[in-house]
């Protein structure tokens, strides 16, 4: 399901593209690769899957209640 964020479409066919490439290299390489490159191919989808992922979270999809200073009301200390 794409969510409703502008260029929505073009997000999710990011991240999948992403992750496909990702699923390919594993296929092919994860009997003969190091730690160092799933390091790499790690790094290189969360390069591409963080900046995405943080700009949908931060953008009010969600998210804790602000209560400011505040405790909720109701809670005694314990």
Known sequence: MVMSF????????????????ATDWLEENAGTATSEDFEEQKETLSNVAYPITSKLYSGGAGGMPDYGDDEPSGHDEL
């Open 6 to 21: 502008p260029n929505s479409t073009d997000i999710y066919r990011q991240i999948l593209e992403a992750v496909k490439e």
